[in-house]
């Protein structure tokens, strides 16, 4: 049973445009929301987060939107930029430290 | 800091043999996860410590998988007998109890053939 969805594998956005990825989730307890980047051969890394009495939250050219109503998590990335390729997950805390992963999304921006 | 430390980066086993995977966390950090990553179910929970005490294995497979943290500094995950589908990426992650994340360790990638 999969909490946290991520139902687009893959994803190719132009240099220079807005890249939206999305998640959605199943359990209400849910009480954090992070998004984690992933290149090759490396372990994920944080990228942005989210408490889930917020909406928005921003960071440089990152931001990520929480529908609490419609359990759903999107992060926008603009402009995207090549560099930016690679897997995104979206995790979700629930109890103590627990993160529960989505099976993420491979975005490739090309030039 | 030299981050969360797995080794080996890779590994490639006979099905039937015991494998085990290392794990250094962060100096500080008190709780350590174990997760592994497939296509099918992305990132997965096994288990985690919370100062070096197993709190959820609620997500280890099955028998033949098993984890110890003996020490602040040290954990492994072992698989004993293995088999083809527990080929994956083992990632190793800490954390502080006041952090929302986690830092990953570069991980381990299982072959079993």
């Known amino acids: 049973d999969q909490q946290v969805k991520q139902n687009s594998p893959s994803l190719s956005v132009q240099e220079g445009r807005i890249s939206i990825l999305n998640c959605d989730y199943t359990?209400?307890?849910?009480?954090?929301f992070l998004w984690y980047k992933k290149y090759p051969a490396e372990g994920p890394t944080f990228l942005i987060s989210?408490?889930?009495?917020?909406d928005k939250n921003e960071d440089g050219r990152f931001t990520v939107f929480l529908n609490k109503s419609a359990k759903h998590l999107s992060l926008h990335i603009v402009p995207s930029q090549p560099g930016d390729s690679a897997v995104y997950f979206c995790?979700?805390?629930?109890?103590?430290?627990?993160?529960?992963f989505g099976t993420g999304t491979r975005l490739l921006v090309s030039p | 800091d030299a981050g969360v430390i797995q080794s080996p980066r890779h590994e490639v086993t006979e099905m039937g043999q015991e494998v085990t995977l290392r794990c250094k966390p962060i100096?500080?950090?008190?709780?350590l996860f174990w997760y592994r990553q497939t296509m099918m179910r992305g990132l997965e929970l096994l288990i985690y410590?919370?100062?070096?005490?197993?709190?959820?294995d609620s997500g280890m497979p099955e028998d033949r998988f098993s984890a110890k943290m003996p020490n602040a500094s040290f954990s492994t995950l072992k698989i004993q007998p293995s088999e083809p589908r527990d080929s994956a990426v083992y990632f190793c992650?800490?954390?502080?109890?006041?952090?929302?994340?986690?830092?990953f360790g570069s991980g381990t990638r299982l072959t079993v053939v």
């Open positions: 359990n209400s307890m849910f009480d954090y």
């Open positions: 995790a979700a805390r629930i109890g103590f430290q627990k993160l529960v």
């Open positions: 989210i408490s889930s009495i917020k």
């Open positions: 992650a800490s954390s502080k109890d006041t952090d929302y994340g986690y830092t």
């Open positions: 410590f919370n100062n070096n005490v197993p709190i959820d």
């Open positions: 100096s500080g950090h008190n709780s």
